[in-house]
């Protein structure tokens, strides 16, 4: 079968070499059953001696064809496309101190399948398996003083609308980008080739728009709860007793606590911009870049270990504000929560509500319905 399918192979390529008028860096010597016409290559790259010589001692040996494809790596070959690189077939040579690549392409696959997709795809799995015990041991956190009836606007509504949607586009872009990085290995066996290719190519499409949509909103996040993210004091208190996760109250912590304050320096500032900032490369997004082999490869390195990092930091995030922690996600999704529920995870911020240094209602109030009964004057 191989070795059908190998002189189909070679000359499948030569001929995309000499349709890109790459003629200067074809001339080695292939195996005969491809061996088409390349006599006008110049003669410093003709048939030399040695070649021939090997491809008689060592008939399926074709390196030297290879080599001759990938050219010098100063000489390109000729196209009419657009762009950089377009006349260059194969990446061309760089050997980078102590590597054993023959290719930057070849270094940069070994980087992705040896080192990215394994320790990546660890790193969520032991997140996940950490927060499934950290559930069964410790479960969720809360709901130990009885609720007043009394609300707190939590989220204004644009605060909602700015996080759902950096959320909704978050999700997208997870599981997309999941499925296009190990898929092959949990998908692929149950789908087949046909299904799991036409998924993965809608999904990475998916992925290419969720992607510049994330940008801006987690921009619009950034800029929206900075303000009650600056560290005080009170943190290293939060910090040093771990919350009082682990105890039987919570430790007092301002609007966010010192746990979501580390999340939103260290996971959404800092590793958002770097995910947001690899991804636009490689979406070709951002103005004034040649997008040259080499950026991309280094690009695809930089999303593909940030957002493996940012995914299971973002599953604590998830975590804690669904399953973990009654009442986070109600508000969230109301924009109120309890009194109680203030005072019990957030009791300094609740103690400038009470003392009317923070109001209990910054947006317009919500508008009761037609019918309801209102307030007399
Ligand atoms: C499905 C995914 C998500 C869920 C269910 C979720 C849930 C929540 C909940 C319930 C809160 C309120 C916590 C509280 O009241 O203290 C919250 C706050 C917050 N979330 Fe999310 N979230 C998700 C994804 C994201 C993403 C992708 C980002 C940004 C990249 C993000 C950034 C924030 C920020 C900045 C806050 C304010 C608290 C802080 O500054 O740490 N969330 N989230």
């Known amino acids: 079968m191989l070795s059908l399918a190998r002189p189909l192979i070679h000359a499948a390529v030569l001929l995309a070499a000499v349709l890109l008028g790459a003629g200067a860096a074809v001339g080695q010597t292939a195996p005969a059953a491809s061996a088409p016409a390349v006599a006008a290559a110049p003669a410093e790259t003709r048939p030399d001696e040695s070649n021939a010589e090997r491809a008689k ?13 990938r050219g010098s790596g100063e000489q390109a ?27 930057a392409g070849e270094a940069w696959r070994q980087v992705r399948n040896n080192w990215i997709i394994p320790y990546g795809g660890s790193l969520l799995l032991i997140a996940l398996v950490a927060l499934g015990l950290f559930y069964w041991r410790v479960g969720p956190l809360g709901g130990h003083i009885p609720d007043t009836g009394r609300k707190i606007e939590r989220f ?42 036409w998924l993965t190519y ?39 007793r771990l919350g009082g996760m682990l105890g039987d109250h919570e430790i007092p912590s301002h609007r966010f606590n010192a746990g979501e304050k580390l999340l939103f320096w260290g996971g959404v500032f800092a590793m958002g911009l770097v995910v947001v900032a690899s991804g636009l490369v490689l979406d070709k997004l951002i103005p004034g870049m040649d997008y040259t082999r080499g950026q991309m490869q280094i690009a695809h390195m930089i999303h593909g270990a940030a957002t493996a990092l940012m995914m299971a930091l973002f599953m604590g995030h998830i975590y804690m504000g669904t399953v973990g922690t009654r009442g986070a996600l109600d508000g969230m999704r109301t924009g109120y ?41």
Do not use: C
Request: aromatic share 12%; proline share 8%; no cysteine.
């Open 57 to 69: 001692s060592q008939p399926g040996n074709n390196a030297p064809f290879w080599r001759a494809v």
């Open 337 to 377: 929560v309890d009194e109680a529920w203030a005072r019990e995870h957030h009791e300094l911020w609740f103690d400038d509500i009470q003392a009317g240094r923070i109001l209990a209602q910054r947006s317009a109030p919500p508008v009761p319905p037609i019918g309801a009964a209102r307030p007399q004057s």
């Open 77 to 103: 070959g000729y196209s009419s496309l657009p762009g950089a690189e377009k006349g260059t077939l194969i990446q061309s040579f760089q050997q980078y101190p102590g590597s054993r690549f023959t290719t």
């Open 156 to 197: 204004t509504p644009f605060e909602r609308a700015a996080h759902g949607a950096n959320a909704a586009a978050f999700v997208v872009l997870a599981i997309s980008g999941i499925v296009m990085a190990f898929g092959k290995f949990f998908l692929l066996p149950v789908l087949g080739g046909t299904l799991f290719g």
């Open 202 to 240: 809608a999904l990475k499409t998916a992925h290419n728009f969720a992607g510049p949509l994330f940008a801006v909103s987690l921009v619009i996040v950034i800029l929206t709860f900075i303000r009650d993210n600056i560290p005080k004091g009170s943190d290293l208190t939060w910090i040093a």
